[in-house]
C-alpha cells in the first residue's frame, strides 16, 4: 500500500506505508475511508461476498 498526500499543487506521494493485499484470511480487496468523520482513515476489508469488516483508526 502507497500514501498519497494532498499538497497545494498536486500529490505526493510518501511511499510505500504496508505490505500485503489484505487481511490475511478475511478478504484481498482493502480500501482506505474516514467512516467517522475525524479526518484520518479507516481500514477497511472487503469480502469475496460484499461483506465489509471495518477497522477504526483511534489514533494511537
Do not use: P, Q, S
Request: hydrophobic letters at 40%; glycine letters at 16%; charged letters at 30%.
Amino acid at each position: 500500500m502507497y500514501l498519497w498526500t494532498k499538497i497545494a499543487d498536486g500529490w505526493e506521494n510518501r511511499g510505500k506505508v504496508a505490505e500485503g493485499n489484505g487481511v490475511a484470511g478475511r478478504g484481498g480487496t482493502v480500501r482506505l475511508a474516514d467512516l467517522d468523520k475525524v479526518h484520518d482513515a479507516d481500514y477497511l476489508a472487503v469480502h469475496e461476498n460484499g461483506a465489509v469488516e471495518a477497522f477504526r483508526n483511534e489514533g494511537v
